[in-house]
């Protein structure tokens, strides 16, 4: 059994963690840039399940955590169950072009939103929770709602990459 289609998305999410902290400043909206690595990271545990998905959103977390001022784990954490809940779709729905994409990603940015809001709570930091559920909420979700079928599509254009050993074509 061959370990390439988790390698590469591996090695794309970790490139795009780094882009997105380190590039991605000259397209922010109000402080808000969109979150390519949980587009990535939503498309690829879709298509490769659970288990798969969450290395990718532990990887990619981790890439986050090591290039930003959050703590480290924060990110991790969060990816990895992202990347859970996003693998567990695999093979229960079709994915539309347009639709799905929009829907996965909108439900995977409220989730990441709301666990990142319990682990806020957790440790007590107070003024963090209120950005959270303001207007870089609503930026980040039209963000990543209009972006999710461009990039499900570009994703889908190296689908190859992303099938599992068995060959299977969802």
């Known amino acids: 059994m061959t370990r390439q ?7 794309l ?8 902290t ?7 909206i109000a402080g808000v840039a969109p979150d390519l690595v949980l587009l990535v990271l939503v ?5 490769q399940g659970s288990m798969n998905g969450q290395m990718i959103g532990l990887v ?24 859970f809940l996003a693998g567990s ?9 347009i639709f799905m994409p929009i829907i996965l990603v909108t439900g995977a940015t409220l989730f990441k939103t709301l666990l990142a809001a319990l682990v806020i709570g957790v440790f007590g930091i107070e003024t963090a929770t209120q950005r959270l559920f303001g207007q870089r909420l609503w930026i980040e979700l039209a963000y990543n709602a209009v972006l999710a079928p461009v990039v499900f599509a570009l994703l889908n254009a190296i689908r190859p ?3 599992t050993a068995r060959g299977s074509r969802r």
């Open 161 to 163: 990459l992303y099938q």
């Open 60 to 83: 990619g977390g981790l890439v986050e955590d090591l290039t930003s001022l959050a703590p480290l784990g924060f990110n991790s954490l969060i990816r990895l169950a992202v990347g």
């Open 89 to 97: 779709t695999r093979n229960k729905m079709f994915l539309d072009p």
């Open 5 to 11: 289609p988790l390698f590469l998305a591996l090695l």
């Open 13 to 20: 999410v970790s490139l795009i963690a780094l882009a997105q």
């Open 22 to 28: 380190v590039i991605l400043d000259a397209v922010r």
């Open 43 to 47: 498309f690829s545990a879709h298509k």
